[in-house]
């Protein structure tokens, strides 16, 4: 068997960019507003890991709502490639 971990069929990428979009932004804004709102305090990871994964929740499903727009957005606004 093949030790190399499988790769997703690429049939999917409108669920996993807008994913790995959400994760990556709600880490660091759920880390900077807890930071922010708390300071540096005895379970500050633990509400962070808290205020995270509420973030995700909605982030998630909201990116794929607003990407489409946002691509059909970008096609009015932008000058398409020369060439």
Known sequence: M???????????????????????????????STFRILGLVPGFVREWMGAWVLSYLIAYPTLLVVLPIVKHAMVAIMEPPKG
């Open 2 to 32: 093949d030790s190399r971990m499988r790769k997703i069929p690429a049939r999917f990428t409108w669920l996993v960019m807008p994913a790995i979009m959400a994760l990556m932004m709600t880490f660091v804004v759920s880390g900077i």
